[in-house]
Nanobody, 128 residues
Framework: QVQLVESGGGLVQAGDSLRLSCAAS????????IAWFRQAPGREREFVAT????????YYAASVRGRFTISRDNAKNTAYLQMNSLGPGDTAVYYC?????????????????????WGQGTQVTVSS
């Protein structure tokens, strides 16, 4: 098992940047594919970005591509989400998620049902 704790959320203005962190404990962090999801009030949880076990492969939702960057430091058991050019539409609770990838070479997963472990979330609020 792995335990995930998000941090770094807050209240910012449109155009600002934030970096979220996802600290992991438990089993070997480098064994897991990591993703970020977000959930705005009254909406379903949606995929934001994912990164494979060793880090070179990433995949983003179209709404954040070019503005957000996912990364990880396996030595620190931590994943990150750098968010630039934030807008009010990015306001949500951001969740970190983890899963062991399949052996079929697939390196990204975008559905909430595909992840086994979740953090408690961190609130990001962007004012206009």
């Amino acid at each position: 098992q792995v335990q995930l704790v998000e941090s770094g959320g807050g209240l910012v203005q449109a155009g600002d940047s934030l970096r979220l962190s996802c600290a992991a404990s438990g089993r070997t962090f480098s064994s897991y594919t990591i993703a970020w999801f977000r959930q705005a009030p009254g909406r379903e949880r949606e995929f934001v970005a994912t990164i494979n076990q060793s880090g070179p492969n990433t995949y983003y939702a179209a709404s954040v591509r070019g503005r957000f960057t996912i990364s990880r430091d396996n030595a620190k058991n931590t994943a990150y989400l750098q968010m630039n050019s934030l807008g009010p539409g990015d306001t949500a609770v951001y969740y970190c998620a983890a899963r062991i990838p399949d052996d079929n070479g697939r390196y990204y997963y975008t559905d909430t049902n595909e992840y086994d472990y979740w953090g408690q979330g961190t609130q990001v609020t962007v004012s206009s």
